[in-house]
């Protein structure tokens, strides 16, 4: 009880301090329409789900670039809200700090999850409060319940500054990308320009593996708001590598008669995995082919479990989601050169990944 007696004081003196020193809000940022490249097919949507994580401590009173950080902070979000372009999404937005003077919450949901609609998630924006510490790791654990039962990918979208903080939201980042896998991004927006802060938003979305960190300088403009929801939530068509289908065929030798993978070939493989994880909308085939030297049903067993071989190292080594992986045994049956010289056999025992962009039409 005396711990929150102590938070209604500090709440009621901030909120002096804030009517005796308010700073001016940033004037509203106009939003480019996506509409016209989600129509013509320039832009192909990826995501389905998305929280985005707003940072409501203490801190974020601090004055930023003559404004409040706070007030910095809701500005961008809500640019955010009026560029992403009508589509259907399931959406969410998280806060964290002392929610309340009168619990111990340290983050709150103010919408969703639910449908997504840019009316529905611009007043929940406004409801952002600041105080206390900087719990982030208990919010990035609360948007992983937030996205559970979810079909389709999903991002995780972070506005904050960054301080006052342990290694904690770092542990918990890994921890959901674990439980999501390929299946989930995250992006982090640093709102200042501590160094602290910055690296240690950086961790945070480097733990994600497909997502990525910016500053909000530098999506605090048409285009460059724009340009983020582009990359998150979209794929592009006439840019993007992993809008074609893509054939890579592995250096990857076997023992006669083996399956076994030696670990001198595993940055071999790894070049799937780093392709599959800079698109996370792909899906690959991995494909196992032999020459014509002995029976074809002794072939299409061999070719399949060389194949089931890669696919696993691709799991369980380098973290592809399984389900956008599948192992098939060829035999002898999809030759590239002829079974006639040893050059040509050489060249038809193989291990080929076929990826597809995986991107909706």
């Known amino acids: 009880m005396i711990g929150r007696v102590a938070k209604v004081l500090s709440l009621m003196l901030a909120l002096s301090m804030a009517v005796g020193c308010a700073a001016q809000k940033p004037a509203m940022i106009p939003a480019q329409d996506l509409s016209p ?22 801190s974020m009173d601090n004055p930023y670039k003559e404004f409040r950080k706070t007030d910095y902070e809701k500005n961008l979000v809500s640019l955010l809200n009026r560029t992403i372009p009508n589509m259907k999404l399931n959406g969410a937005i998280r806060t964290f700090g002392d929610i309340s003077a009168w619990t111990d919450r340290q983050t709150a949901l103010l919408y969703g999850m639910t449908q997504y609609t840019r009316a529905g998630m611009e007043p929940a924006i406004d409801k952002v409060k600041t105080s206390g510490n900087s719990p982030l790791e208990t919010a990035i654990y609360a948007a992983g319940g937030d996205l559970k039962g979810l079909p389709g990918e ?4 972070i506005f ?11 542990g918990a980042a890994v921890e959901l990308k674990k ?3 390929d299946k989930l991004c995250i992006y982090t927006v640093l709102i200042g320009d501590t160094a602290v802060g910055r690296k240690l938003l950086e961790k945070v979305a480097n733990a994600g593996q497909c997502g990525f960190f910016t500053t909000g300088e530098d999506i605090a403009s048409a285009a460059g708001m724009a340009g983020f929801v ?17 054939s890579i065929t592995l250096n990857v030798k076997f023992d006669t008669n083996k399956s076994d993978v030696k670990p001198v070939y595993f940055d071999e493989i790894k070049k799937v995995a ?15 082919h032999t020459d014509s030297v002995g029976k074809v049903a002794s072939n299409l067993v061999l070719s399949q479990r060389r194949a089931d071989a890669i696919r696993k ?3 369980e080594k380098y973290g592809i989601d399984g389900s ?21 056999k050489k060249k038809n025992r193989r291990v080929e990944a076929k990826i597809d962009s995986g991107v909706k039409k």
């Open 37 to 58: 490249k989600l129509a013509d097919g320039r832009l192909s949507q990826k995501v389905d789900n998305f929280v985005i994580i707003m940072d409501g401590t203490a």
């Open 154 to 157: 999903s991002a995780l979208i």
């Open 160 to 170: 904050s500054d960054g301080e006052d903080m342990s290694n904690a939201p770092v």
């Open 179 to 181: 439980i999501y896998g």
């Open 230 to 246: 582009e990359k998150v939530f979209f794929g592009r068509k006439t840019e993007d590598a992993a809008s074609r289908k893509v």
């Open 274 to 288: 780093d392709f599959m994880k800079k698109y996370p909308s792909t899906r690959a085939v991995i494909e196992g």
């Open 313 to 315: 190292i691709l799991v």
């Open 324 to 344: 956008r992986l599948k192992a098939v045994g060829y035999g002898s049956k999809k030759p590239v050169a002829s079974n006639k010289t040893a050059e040509g």
